[in-house]
């Protein structure tokens, strides 16, 4: 039982590279979500997707870009990376029709941008 | 909007009891939940209160809200070393699908 996966788990880029993060879940959910997590900060929400074909903005999504590619998958693209951009960046996912819509989560990709 | 906030960091012996806190500022908030995070690893859902209730136990997790306060609390009873690492709180707000989550209490013990 996979849950939610994402790829890669490390990676370092130059300032001014671009990167696409990938999330896949197996659990038929229908809500997906990108979070970065900094020290002392929490989890900040970057963008999230309710369903299928939508996307929307979270708490801080300047440099970012995601797709809703279809109900498994939701990644997140960096198009020209900054130093302020190096953290740790979780995937989840939810079951909208649930009532109670525990969030699932990936292990993470580690980001370095230099 | 949304804010929750926790302390940093606690440290307790091994068998005793922990308690981590979390205010949260939203009144609209339907669900709180409880995340654990281990180093290197994601978040791991540890239990969840809807917003009517004033208490619910599962095996050694108690967790305790005074909706008034909009004061939220997990406690760890017989506290062991496997209990160390971070502790998320987080809020749905009415029938939003995003959840805020605060900032973590790193739970440190000690033999």
């Known amino acids: 039982n996979a849950g939610v996966t994402q790829t890669p788990k490390f990676q370092v880029l130059k300032t001014g590279q671009s990167m696409t993060l990938q999330c896949a879940q197996d659990m038929n959910h229908n809500s997906m979500y990108w979070y970065r997590q900094d020290p002392g900060m929490g989890l900040r929400l970057i963008y999230y997707?309710?369903?299928?074909?939508?996307?929307d903005k979270g708490e801080v999504p300047n440099g970012y870009n995601v797709s809703r590619l279809n109900k498994r998958e939701f990644s997140l693209r960096l198009e020209s990376a900054a130093p302020s951009q190096t953290s740790v960046y979780f995937c989840?996912?939810?079951?909208?029709?649930?009532?109670?819509?525990?969030?699932?989560f990936g292990d993470g990709t580690r980001l370095s941008i230099l | 909007g949304e804010d929750v906030e926790q302390s940093l960091f606690l440290s307790v012996r091994e068998g005793d009891s922990s308690v981590i806190n979390c205010t949260y500022t939203?009144?609209?908030?339907?669900?709180l939940y409880w995340y654990k995070q281990e180093p290197g690893a994601g978040l791991q859902l540890l239990t969840y209160i809807f917003s009517n209730m004033d208490m619910k136990q599962d095996q050694r997790l108690t967790v305790l809200l005074n909706k008034k306060d909009k004061h939220l609390s997990l406690c760890i009873a017989d506290t062991q070393t496997g209990d160390s690492a971070i502790y998320f709180c987080a809020e749905r707000a009415g029938t939003a699908s995003k959840l805020t989550f605060g900032t973590g209490t790193r739970l440190q013990v000690t033999l």
């Open positions: 989840a996912s939810s079951d909208r029709d649930r009532e109670r819509q525990p969030q699932h």
């Open positions: 939203d009144s609209s908030s339907t669900y």
């Open positions: 997707s309710a369903s299928e074909g939508t996307t």
